[in-house]
């Protein structure tokens, strides 16, 4: 059973940056996608950027702030997240298309509020 344990949430002003990072217990080859969601209170879980063949796919809403990256030899996506605004306060939530099928992290808290 493939696990991905997610790292690097917290708490930011808003205009500030945090970086995210994901890393699978098994290898997950590059042409399987690798991701991030968010769930914010009382809202649906939504795409946030998801990484597959080195190719990256935005939400265009975010798109501009938020950078992905795959380091394929460690199975590992990272996501840096600048300029955060409060609206970007969620759970965020590592995804991985594994050959069991699709995977979730446990999600980590990031907070922006001043």
């Known amino acids: 059973q493939v696990q991905l344990v997610e790292s690097g949430g917290g708490w930011v002003h808003p205009g500030g940056s945090l970086r995210l990072s994901c890393t699978s217990s098994?290898?997950?080859?590059?042409?399987?996608?690798m991701g991030w969601y968010r769930q914010a209170p009382g809202k649906e879980r939504e795409i946030v950027a998801v990484?597959?063949?080195?190719?990256?796919n935005y939400s265009t809403a975010l798109k501009g702030r938020f950078t992905i990256s795959r380091d394929n030899a460690k199975s590992t996506v990272t996501l840096q997240m600048d300029d955060l605004k409060p609206d970007d306060t969620a759970v965020y939530y590592c995804?991985?298309?594994?050959?069991?099928?699709?995977?979730w992290g446990q999600g980590t808290q990031v907070t922006v509020s001043s």
């Open positions: 995804y991985a298309h594994t050959v069991y099928g699709p995977m």
């Open positions: 990484i597959v063949n080195d190719s990256p």
């Open positions: 098994e290898t997950i080859q590059r042409y399987y996608p």
